[in-house]
């Protein structure tokens, strides 16, 4: 990677781009640190500790916390592209103006515009009702001038909204990579500091003196033992799981299946042309972190209603509430099911086995063992499915299993409630757990950004060393 980065600096344009990536994000950052009027952020973060939306603010870069600018993220901007892609697909005219070239995808772009726009508004406005439900507005904002500062607030909302939009459209159009996820790289990572900070602080509690009661055999750790006995053991744990998921991630990113092709031999005039064995490499992770994405901007749908109707807190509301919680069980099993379901949805769009097996028969090509045509095109879609499948199914795995460990966590206090004890102080003091329940969903993003734009650098460097050698 840092070879190919290097190589990159090395190109005028490249290093332009990458400088322009760098300058975009930068700005971004900068955003999430700009302070919304009449909004006081101070009540907002411990708020946050244990649900849904402190995995929506570690996706905002910390930006919902602190109720500036660019609180809502890039969050609008990707529902309204999951809500075009389905559209495309079920609308004919929107599928006909999508094959229109350059300028059907104008068209479509404008109108994800504007469909981001409208969740904007919506958006903003749950989380305008949010701040009132966490007592983090002025009192000139409830009490002398409600309407005009609900007007300003919800104005800087949906503008921070458009202002993200037009960031990651230009990373698209002028840098390198795909603007959102470069997007929700840099937020993930910027949460980085935090997250140690509450690892510090779990060492510094133990350090000073624990007190255990379980089951009725009581220990005390007296102040200035240094036995950070829990912590160190969770936090080696924490490593090694945190180490083996990136290279399983990798390792499941560079996999393909490969699809042999036998290419017939064909004299055209004086020459002859095929003769020649290829292969069509499927990777297993086709889809790349897109079906992580799109499954997160799903279940942000229960946390906006809660935006506008408050936390529930008896009844069948509360019920769904818990349900759709990130320490349920539930919640983890439809996110598990929402990521093999994007993984196939995103494959289908993109990637036309008929279409393949076509230019294949065009070309002279056969699948050995398969006639061309509808045969070597059944092949393809049946291969591709059992890959598709395998891909999802390692991404699911890898999101799901933190949340699963988040979950049998949150049920130790309850445990120990029913012995009669109470669990070690950090397991309802600090909120380490929460931050890392959403860790595998964390690491896919991060891993699965840095190799695609790798690999798109990769695909610059190759097209101008190529064209470098034609012009010789």
Not at 85 to 110: C, F, H, M, S, Y
Request: hydrophobic residues 50%; contains cysteine; charged residues 10%.
């Amino acid at each position: 990677m840092f070879k190919t980065l290097a190589n990159a600096w090395k190109h005028k344009d490249l290093r332009n781009k990458l400088l322009f990536v760098c300058a975009i994000l930068l700005i971004y950052r900068i955003g999430t640190a700009i302070p919304v009027p009449f909004v006081d952020a101070n009540v907002l973060s411990d708020s946050f500790t244990g649900t849904i939306f402190g995995f929506l603010n570690t996706l905002s870069g910390g930006a919902l916390e602190q109720g500036s600018l660019f609180a809502l993220g890039v969050s609008p901007y990707i529902t309204a592209s999951i809500v075009i892609q389905l559209l495309t697909v079920a609308i004919p005219p929107l599928e006909r103006l999508a094959k229109q070239g350059e300028e059907g995808k104008r068209k479509i772009n404008a109108i994800t515009r504007y469909i981001t726009i409208a969740l904007s508004v919506i958006t903003a406005l749950g989380y305008y009702f949010l701040l009132k439900q966490y007592n983090a507005l002025s009192s000139f904002a409830t009490d002398a001038h409600p309407v005009l500062s609900a007007f300003v607030i919800l104005a800087c909302y949906c503008a921070g909204s458009s202002i993200v939009m037009w960031l990651a459209e230009k990373i698209n159009d002028h840098g390198i990579g795909n603007g959102i996820s470069l997007i929700l790289f840099a937020n993930i990572v910027s949460r980085a500091g935090p997250l140690l900070m509450n690892f510090i602080s779990m060492f510094r509690d133990e350090y000073n003196g624990v007190y255990y009661n379980i089951g009725g055999f009581q220990l005390q750790i007296q102040k200035g033992a240094g036995h950070v006995i829990g912590s160190t053991i969770f936090t080696v744990l924490a490593i090694v799981g945190m180490l083996a998921l990136i290279w399983y991630i990798i390792y499941i990113s560079d996999s393909e299946r490969r699809i042999p092709i036998n290419y017939a031999k064909r004299n055209i005039g004086r020459k002859m042309y095929g003769g020649q064995s290829t292969n069509i490499p499927l990777k297993i992770n086709m889809a790349g972190v897109m079906p992580i994405i799109f499954a997160n901007a799903i279940l942000q749908i229960p946390s906006t209603i809660t935006m506008f109707t408050g936390t529930p807190t008896s009844g069948f509301w509360k019920v769904v509430y818990d349900l759709f919680s990130p320490t349920s069980g539930f919640y983890a099993v439809l996110t598990f099911v929402l990521i093999l379901a994007f993984a196939y949805f995103y494959v289908s769009i993109s990637f036309n086995p008929t279409e393949v097996a076509q230019n294949i028969q065009r070309n002279g090509g056969a699948v050995p063992g398969l006639r061309p045509g509808k045969p070597t095109s059944d092949y393809i879609k049946k291969v591709l499915s059992n890959v598709t499948f395998m891909g999802a199914l390692s991404l699911s795995v890898v999101a799901v299993i933190p949340l699963f460990i988040h979950v049998i966590i949150n049920l130790v206090p309850t445990i120990c409630g029913w012995f009669g004890g109470t669990a070690p102080v950090w397991f309802s003091t600090y909120s380490y757990a929460s931050e890392l329940a959403f860790s595998g969903t964390s690491v896919i993003i991060v891993v699965g950004v840095i190799l695609e734009t790798v690999r798109e650098i990769e695909a610059e460097l190759a097209m101008r060393t190529n064209r470098k050698a034609l012009t010789r």
